[in-house]
């Protein structure tokens, strides 16, 4: 099984570009992370606890 690295350091980036760059990363953890769900079997979700109506709510507490 894989494991995602989601904390990010710092961004350089400041004001409004910093802003875009930071909804970007959050949109795209957001997409990773559903999709490596969705990827799972009904089995699997079980066991760690989820079924298939959870995947969007987790990924979007991201």
């Not at 989601?6 to 802003?19: M, N, Q």
């Not at 760059?21 to 559903?34: E, G, H, I, K």
């Amino acid at each position: 099984m894989s494991v995602y690295e989601t904390h990010r350091t710092t961004s350089p980036f400041s004001g409004l570009f910093g802003s875009l760059v930071s909804a970007f990363a959050a949109w795209n953890d957001a997409r990773v992370t559903r999709n490596a769900l969705s990827r799972l079997s009904d089995r699997e979700l079980d066991d760690i606890g989820l079924s298939r109506g959870d995947i969007d709510s987790i990924a979007a507490r991201l």
